[in-house]
């Protein structure tokens, strides 16, 4: 019986190493497929992490061409308010150089009945009477200068409110 002891016991040992070394085989080939899947999963999400980033790139680059486009035009527009604001504020310096060279001189419509001048009136009958158009006094270089003064600053702030209403509906996409 020793020999069949032995005999069977080395046939054991070779069936427990054959079973072993299945189960270890089937346990390298799922170890495989699952790193294969594993990797699969990894790739994909790499994948829509990268696309993902990419499709965050092409968002912030509009955004950037359209604040670019913005400030081209806040450049273009200040540049525009500024040389209507030069330009208003020559004209009203050559409007008041004018003035206090007595070049030109500012007057005001008197009431015709205050006068004692008749407007309808076609010869010059009254003195200091216009023929077809009612009686006008001039008024003094300084009141003259101030309210050319208070006239430029209405200008500069109509101009100035032109800006911000251009500005605000830029900004606010209104057309």
């Known amino acids: 019986m020793n020999i069949d002891a ?3 016991g080395g046939v054991l040992l070779i ?3 054959l079973m072993a070394g299945s189960a270890w085989a089937a346990w390298a080939w799922q170890a495989n497929a699952y790193g294969q899947q594993l990797a699969a999963k990894e790739a994909a999400h790499q994948t829509e992490r990268t696309n993902l ?5 092409a968002k912030i680059l ?18 525009s308010h500024y040389r209507a604001l030069t330009d208003e504020k020559t004209k009203q310096a050559r409007l008041r150089d004018r003035l206090a060279t007595t070049d030109l001189r500012l007057s ?4 015709a009945v205050e006068t004692g001048c008749d407007a309808v009136q076609t010869t010059t009958a009254a ?13 003094d270089p300084a009141h003259a200068q101030r309210i ?4 430029s600053d209405g200008d500069q ?7 911000c209403q251009a500005y605000a509906k830029q900004v606010s996409g209104i057309k």
């Open 157 to 163: 702030g109509l101009i100035a409110l032109q800006a």
């Open 62 to 79: 509009a955004e950037q061409g359209k604040r670019l486009a913005l400030e081209q035009w806040l450049a273009a527009s200040d540049q």
């Open 6 to 8: 032995v005999k069977w």
């Open 108 to 111: 005001v419509q008197l009431d």
């Open 127 to 139: 003195a200091g009477c216009v023929a077809h158009g009612a009686a006008r006094g001039q008024l």
């Open 15 to 17: 069936i427990l190493a």
């Open 53 to 57: 980033a990419n499709a965050n790139s």
């Open 148 to 151: 050319i003064g208070i006239t």
